[in-house]
């Protein structure tokens, strides 16, 4: 059996700044996973199996800021971690192409948790 820290594992972060309605920040993070999801997939598939059969870990932090999901989006994707950055319709809280959620992985537990380990939960 794996340890838990090479188990995969997927993060949600979205913008505490944004003030999201609790239905839009629900809706947002879906979007984060099933988009990384369907690109892992292609990418990384046993990854992805891995992950589904281990119950599909997925964990939700909050991000102060958009800096702070640019800097870490551009350091998931230096370190070869399946990234996607959700914008917004634009058709009901938000303006369109407002940066909500940066969502990685599935990636192995200890990678993701190198990078995200001074965020708080949402």
Known sequence: ???TVEEPSMVLIARKDL???AGKL???CSHAAVTCTLSARKSHPRLVERWMNAGARKICLSSDDLETIQRLIG???AAGLVTTLVKDAGHTELPPGTVTVLGIG???RRSIDALVSDLKPY
């Open 1 to 3: 059996m794996p340890s």
């Open 75 to 77: 350091q998931a994707q």
């Open 106 to 108: 599935p990636s192995p």
């Open 19 to 21: 003030k999201m309605s």
């Open 26 to 28: 629900a809706v947002q």
